[in-house]
C-alpha cells in the first residue's frame, strides 16, 4: 500500500523560505514532484523530478529546488523568496515510470497536502 506523508508547510513571511518534504512508503517510484492548488484555481505543477530530470512551473522563475534521497525515498522542495500568491495547499505526488513532461493527469498517489501561507 502506497502512502505519501507530507511535512514542512506552514506561515511565512513575504521574503521568506520554507521547505516541503515527503516521503514515500510502499514502493520506489521514478518521478515526485508537488503541485499546488489555490482557492478558486486548478491545481498546477509546482515542481518534479524524473530520473534526472526536473520540471518547474513557470511562476518558479528559480526561486524553487526540487531534489530527492533515493534511499530514503524521499522529495524535497526548497522554496525561497515566497510571496503571497504563493499561498495554496501543496500536494507530493509520484509516478511509478519516468514522465518527459509531467502533468497533473501523469501522477498515480497523491499527498493530503499541507498548507503554505506566506503573509504580507
Known amino acids: 500500500q502506497v502512502q505519501l506523508v507530507e511535512s514542512g508547510g506552514g506561515l511565512v513571511q513575504a521574503g521568506g523560505s520554507l521547505r516541503l518534504s515527503c516521503t514515500a512508503s510502499?514502493?520506489?517510484?521514478?518521478?515526485m514532484g508537488w503541485f499546488r492548488q489555490a482557492p478558486g484555481k486548478e491545481r498546477e505543477l509546482v515542481a518534479a523530478?524524473?530520473?534526472?530530470?526536473?520540471f518547474y512551473g513557470d511562476f518558479v522563475k528559480g526561486r524553487f529546488t526540487i531534489s530527492r534521497d533515493n534511499a530514503k525515498n524521499t522529495v524535497y522542495l526548497q522554496m525561497n523568496s515566497l510571496k503571497s500568491e504563493d499561498t495554496a495547499v501543496y500536494y507530493c505526488?509520484?509516478?511509478?515510470?519516468?514522465?518527459?513532461?509531467?502533468?497533473?493527469?501523469?501522477?498515480?498517489?497523491w499527498g493530503q497536502g499541507t498548507q503554505v501561507t506566506v503573509s504580507t
Open positions: 505526488a509520484v509516478h511509478t515510470a519516468v514522465l518527459v513532461q509531467p502533468t497533473t493527469s501523469s501522477f498515480d498517489y
Open positions: 510502499g514502493r520506489t517510484f521514478s518521478t
Open positions: 523530478i524524473s530520473w534526472n530530470s526536473r
